[in-house]
């Protein structure tokens, strides 16, 4: 797959193949978590979102042709698999139980944005952000946070701050990192 985009060519790994992938992977995370579920049908489909994609068919397999969908045609096609299996091949509670494993097995992925070289520590700024005028960092005064540009308080600001900490740095801070980020004693 190329992706065009500001006079910029870009190859991408061919995404139905991807997708088959990702298809057998479940296959067999359901065979060893959730040896209770039945064989169940598991339709893999690639979609591609964006309105003004162009997608190209003049050298795909009518395979790939049949995994490939737009955005405004991901209705038709899930509805379209309703008439393709008729037939309930389990029931709610063996469905709530199967979501219920998946949602427990779910870990994210833990990214440190300074450690992986993405983000330089020189780039970060500290500190809370004003959400009132944006400026950043607001001063800590008697139980509340003021911002020296537009004089308004808010008391929990920093709430923003931690959670920009955790999506940079991860979920974890001691008490000497959030002195140091949010600029306080
Ligand atoms: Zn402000």
Not at 60 to 81: A, H, L
Request: glycine share 4%.
């Amino acid at each position: 797959m190329i992706r065009k985009l500001n006079q910029k060519s870009d190859t991408f790994q061919d995404p139905t193949v991807q997708s088959e992938m990702l298809k057998q992977q479940f296959q067999d995370w359901l065979a060893v978590h959730c040896a209770y579920v039945p064989d169940i049908p598991i339709k893999d489909l690639v979609v591609f979102s964006g309105p003004s994609t162009f997608v190209d068919f003049s050298n795909i397999t009518s395979n790939q042709e049949q995994k490939i969908v737009r955005g405004p045609q991901i209705k038709k096609r899930i509805m379209g698999t309703f008439d393709q299996y008729p037939t309930c091949v389990t029931n709610k509670q063996t469905l709530k139980l199967l979501s219920q494993q998946l949602m427990k097995s779910h870990h994210p992925k833990k990214i440190d944005l300074i450690s992986s070289g993405m983000v330089k520590p020189g780039d970060l700024l500290k500190g809370v952000r004003c959400p009132h005028c944006g400026y950043i960092p607001m001063q800590r005064m008697n139980r509340n946070w003021k911002c020296p540009s537009c004089s308004q308080t808010s008391p929990k600001a920093y709430l923003d701050a931690f959670r920009d900490y955790c999506l940079i740095k991860g979920p974890k801070i001691t008490n000497k990192q959030c002195r140091d980020f949010f600029f306080i004693d």
